[in-house]
């Protein structure tokens, strides 16, 4: 099983970035899929859940920083998540992650997801 982010780089503040996630191995249709980021010096924190209500329904939990700003999307036939950020601050830079975790969950906590991508850095100029 391996996530694969993209997308990160270098923008200037107020502009957008998109970021990608590539799930491979096991269909993650179902899971709960999340974004969390990481500041220099900083724990890694939640910043947006994309999780599975049943048919094809998915419902959205956003980070109180990040909403009216960011949005969340998922491809399932690509097996891949999407985290679209504009109107993005200096406080935004992070190291972003992507990660999964079975069945439909509202969880918050770093700790109990159970897949991580490698990571993908998004720095903000001023």
């Known amino acids: 099983v391996q996530l694969v982010e993209s ?13 990608s996630c ?3 191995g096991r269909d993650f249709s179902t899971s709960t899929m999340a974004w969390f980021r990481q500041g220099p010096g900083k ?3 939640f ?11 998915y ?5 109180d920083s990040v909403k009216g700003r ?6 399932n036939a690509k097996n891949t998540v999407y985290l679209q950020m504009n109107s993005l601050k200096p406080e935004d830079t992070a190291v ?3 990660a999964a975790k079975d069945g439909n969950s509202r969880e918050t ?4 997801y159970d897949y991580w991508g490698q990571g993908t850095q998004v720095t903000v100029s001023s």
């Open 22 to 24: 590539a799930a491979s």
């Open 7 to 19: 997308g990160g780089g270098l923008v200037q503040a107020g502009g957008s970035v998109r970021l």
């Open 96 to 98: 972003y992650y992507c």
């Open 70 to 75: 960011f949005t969340v999307s998922r491809d």
């Open 109 to 112: 906590r770093a700790s109990v």
């Open 47 to 57: 910043v947006v859940i994309i999780r599975w209500i049943g048919g094809s329904r």
């Open 43 to 45: 724990e890694r924190k």
């Open 59 to 63: 419902y959205v939990d956003l980070a």
